[in-house]
């Protein structure tokens, strides 16, 4: 089992940066990719950004150029830089841990990110 553990959510103005962070603990030998995903009220569950132990990254095309995604697979930590965020960011960011099969598939209890224009 794989335990994730965020922080760093909160309220924010238009324009606004934040700053996702998460650590993962347990049996992380199984894990090859981390990242981002988040959840608006009435919508489903989306990716926001994802990265791999080997750095590859891929980002939703809603938030590419104001998204960075970084991750430090030897400490088993992901951290997501927000930047010029948009009411329409307001949602759960939820961490996620897998491994390359999927066959591992760990969330995190999720944070909330709110964006007040």
């Known amino acids: 089992q794989v335990q994730l553990v965020e922080s760093g959510g909160g309220l924010v103005q238009a324009g606004g940066s934040l700053r996702l962070s998460c650590a993962a603990s347990?049996?992380?030998?199984?894990?090859?990719?981390m990242g981002w995903y988040r959840q608006a009220p009435g919508k489903q569950r989306e990716l926001a950004a994802t990265?791999?132990?080997?750095?590859?990254?891929k980002y939703a095309d809603s938030v590419t150029g104001r998204f960075t995604i970084s991750g430090d697979y030897a400490k088993n930590t992901v951290n997501l830089e927000m930047n010029s965020l948009r009411p329409e960011d307001t949602a759960v960011y939820y961490c996620?841990?897998?491994?390359?099969?999927?066959?591992?598939?760990?969330w995190g209890q999720g944070t909330q990110v709110t964006v007040s224009s």
């Open positions: 996620n841990a897998r491994s390359v099969t999927g066959f591992y598939n760990y």
């Open positions: 347990g049996s992380t030998f199984s894990i090859n990719a």
């Open positions: 990265i791999s132990s080997g750095g590859s990254t």
